[in-house]
């Protein structure tokens, strides 16, 4: 059997996709046992089980193992049909309909990964082994079989090949409005870099040429001045820096999506509150009084406006029986130089089905996870602790101007 990284395949996927699709291997499994018990011959028995894994192992296995893993399987399929064909002990009620299942599932998939064209004797190979599973049946009902199953199997061909392609064409269709959604991210995110950067650097130049001109004119600054603009001058230069280092690390991971956005800053908060107060639940927006006295660095109050507007926009489309939305954002108490940002709404739990928490944790929240990340950060969401929905981040902070975390 070919390795492939199943832990880490199963822990990429969300908790109800895998959940089912342990669930459905378990079931197979069982069928798989089920009738390598019935051909009532240890070695075949085991041959069956053997072969059984292969096929599900072709059908979990990540994309780039396909083509090994699919082999493998028909290929055991095949043998193990032709050698049975040739033994005395044969299956008395099923000759393998599970395998046969799944061997039409490895063309469904081997015809929706591409490259297609090096997958075609893939599906082949895997269409014939499925009708060669009839031989395993006594000698006695091979006629039977060849005149009802081998038509089914016909049937079936077009069938998976056709839903093959259908799903080929959604995840070409995804791949498209993917790759058009992280170009359209790229221009904004470089607009934002010339934003961010733009502001810091024309601040420099005036405090530069401030200093430069009140020399000129005969009235240098005293020292406590000079250093305080020096201060100055060295605080928008790192925030720059910052600034260019979180949006150029973006812009270069072009696998990652993230919302697309213009700089706001915090009080811009109290309009997101007042857009969803005004059509839905009624909004509690906490702002610590900190924050705008010494505000948070451009880069960092544009990722918070961000996670609340996701947020609010995920509550008013997956949440409609939320009647009260709680938005917190402040400085840590406990730990200082810490802002946390928590949305949480009171949708009750039976409103919340598996389709809307999915459409809660999607492509939007996905891209400001790893904005957060960028900026050393973390973001989780999940059902809130008393119920709801709960969208929480913690930042570290890097201020404007003078303002240190207290």
């Not at 009839?134 to 060849?146: D, I, K």
Request: with cysteine.
């Amino acid at each position: 059997m070919t390795a492939f990284p199943a832990r880490a395949v199963l822990a990429s996927w969300a908790p109800a996709r895998r959940g089912l699709v342990i669930g459905v291997a378990t079931l197979a499994l069982a069928a798989i046992t089920a009738e390598a018990l019935d051909t009532g011959f240890v070695p075949t028995t085991v041959a069956t089980i053997v072969v059984g894994l292969l096929c599900l192992a072709a059908l979990l296995a990540p994309p780039e193992h396909l083509a090994r893993t699919g082999w493998s399987a028909v290929t055991a399929s095949a043998v193990l049909s032709l050698v049975t064909a040739q033994l005395p002990y044969r299956p008395e009620h099923s000759p393998g309909m599970a395998e046969i299942g799944m061997l039409l599932l490895i063309v469904t998939r081997a015809v929706r990964h591409k490259p297609l064209g090096r997958m075609i004797p893939l599906v082949a190979a895997a269409w014939l082994a499925a009708p060669l599973v009839l031989l395993r049946l006594p000698g006695t009902e091979h006629v039977r079989a060849a005149k009802y199953g081998v038509p089914f199997l016909l049937l079936a061909a077009p069938v998976v090949i056709v839903l093959g392609l259908y799903l080929r064409l959604l995840d070409a269709t995804r791949e498209r409005e993917k790759n058009a959604r992280l170009n359209a991210q790229r221009l904004e995110y470089a607009r934002e870099l010339h934003d961010f950067v733009g502001h810091h650097v024309t601040a420099i130049t005036a405090q530069v040429k401030a200093v430069r001109f009140t020399t000129a004119a005969g009235h240098p600054p005293t020292p406590q001045a000079l250093d305080e603009a020096l201060a100055n001058i060295e605080d928008a230069a790192l925030q720059a820096t910052d600034s260019m280092r979180a949006m150029v690390g973006l812009l270069r991971q072009p696998d990652r999506s993230a919302p697309l956005h213009a700089p706001q800053g915090l009080r811009s908060l109290h309009d997101l509150a007042d857009s969803l107060r005004a059509s839905g639940p009624d909004v509690c927006l906490t702002l610590d009084p900190r924050l705008l006295a010494a505000p948070p660095a451009d880069h960092i109050a544009s990722a918070v406006h961000g996670i609340v507007r996701e947020a609010l926009t995920n509550i008013r489309k997956h949440a409609a029986h939320a009647d009260r939305v709680a938005v917190d954002v402040r400085e840590s108490a406990t730990e200082p130089g810490l802002l946390t940002v928590c949305v949480t709404d009171n949708a009750p739990a039976a409103a919340a089905d598996t389709s809307s928490q999915q459409g809660r944790t999607g492509f939007g929240l996905v891209g400001l996870r790893e904005r957060v990340h960028a900026l050393g950060g973390d973001l989780t969401a999940a059902p809130g602790p008393v119920g709801g929905w709960q969208v929480a981040a913690r930042i570290p902070l890097t201020r404007t101007g003078h303002g240190h975390p207290s």
